[in-house]
């Protein structure tokens, strides 16, 4: 298996950060028990994480390989995840994989119209008119992709969305943050 550890990238990308809270093993490859993991340790269930671990892993293992021959284990390597980037996405992350600045200066008054004025989104009806309003044309593949990754994000943020929230998920630690929330919650 081509392994490449992402330590080994001298300077991480922001979407390399992303999805590196998937990597348990931080040895530069998502694996389809990894993602699983990742989603479990989100909150979600038993079908959710399994189904969000196999279409996630299907999608973007092969345009992450260098290998023009599909690894039947589907690993995602994070070395190359620029390259699942979808169609219908926020633009927030460059082709290469660094953040777009002017984006996040967009998010607030994105929120604010999908929310009547408010700061926060707090609905799933809000939630998807935001990911509506990056949707390019006809576009089901990329417009499902970004609908589900931020309902997914909604929904492990205890069904709430703000700027701060958003950007702290694009650049790597809104994960880390809402696991460790969790992990505190099972403990009590």
Not at 31 to 40: H, S, V
Request: hydrophobic content about 30%; charged content about 30%.
């Amino acid at each position: 298996m081509d392994k490449t550890p992402l330590q080994e990238c001298p300077e991480k990308t922001a979407l390399q950060k992303h999805c590196e809270f998937f990597d348990q093993d931080k040895d530069g490859t998502i694996m389809p028990w990894e993602t699983y993991k990742g989603f479990r340790d989100l909150g979600f269930g038993f079908i959710t994480s399994t189904l969000s671990a196999f279409v996630i892993n299907l999608f973007l293992s092969y345009p992450t390989q260098d290998s023009k021959i599909p690894n039947p284990l589907l690993p995602i390597y994070i070395k190359n995840v620029h390259r699942g980037k979808h169609t219908s996405d926020s633009d927030t992350y460059n082709t290469d994989g660094t953040i777009n600045p002017k984006k996040f200066e967009q998010f607030q008054k994105l929120i604010r119209e999908c929310t009547n004025g408010k700061d926060v989104i707090t609905t799933l009806s809000e939630t998807l008119k935001l990911s509506e309003l990056f949707r390019q044309g006809f576009d089901p593949v990329g417009g499902t992709a970004s609908k589900g990754e931020w309902v997914f994000l909604w929904l492990a943020n205890d069904y709430k969305l703000d700027a701060k929230d958003i950007q702290a998920s694009y650049d790597g630690t809104l994960f880390e943050i809402i696991a460790k929330r969790r992990a505190d919650e099972k403990k009590k």
